[in-house]
């Protein structure tokens, strides 16, 4: 039984690889010298609207890989909300050391938005069927 119990733990690991993956992108994409939304010169502040999407998908694929290693709900919004406020004034201070990038407290709000919206998607797609199915991610 150990076996089973050793490659148990070893897939649970691999759980939270879509939001590494995640992180990854945005870290190469926050710290690159070439502005990717600017180059979008018809949508208007493309640069906020990409912070808010890369911050919702981070915060989306937090929870749900969360949810599917059973974290309990308050840990698991926590940790969902949390990391990216964390993660996002972490790369607007670093954009600070590689011009032409800048750190602009408002790209910070729109990651907090974004995660804030994520974390909302999240809530609202899953928690009707946490209810429905008695996991025990809504115990508190």
């Known amino acids: 039984m150990p076996h089973s119990r050793m490659s148990y733990t070893h897939r649970q690991r691999w759980?939270?690889?879509p939001s590494l993956l995640v992180l990854i992108g945005i870290t190469y994409l926050s710290l690159i010298k070439q502005v990717p939304f600017a180059v979008?010169?018809?949508?208007?502040?493309a640069d906020k609207?990409?912070?808010m999407l890369a911050y919702m998908v981070l915060a989306l694929c937090l929870a749900g890989d969360g949810y599917r290693v059973r974290l309990k709900a308050p840990v698991l919004f926590a940790i969902?909300?949390?990391l990216p406020l964390a993660y996002g004034g972490l790369m607007e201070w670093a954009q600070y050391?590689?011009?032409?990038?800048?750190c602009d407290l408002v790209d910070w709000l729109a990651d907090a938005i974004g995660a804030a919206?994520?974390?909302a998607l999240f809530a609202a797609y899953y928690i009707p069927t946490v209810n429905r199915s008695n996991q025990p991610?809504?115990?508190s």
Do not use: N, Q, S
């Open 40 to 45: 979008i010169g018809d949508i208007p502040l």
């Open 15 to 17: 759980h939270f690889l």
């Open 137 to 139: 991610i809504l115990e």
């Open 97 to 102: 050391y590689c011009p032409p990038r800048r």
């Open 49 to 51: 609207w990409g912070h």
């Open 80 to 82: 969902a909300l949390l």
């Open 117 to 119: 919206v994520g974390i």
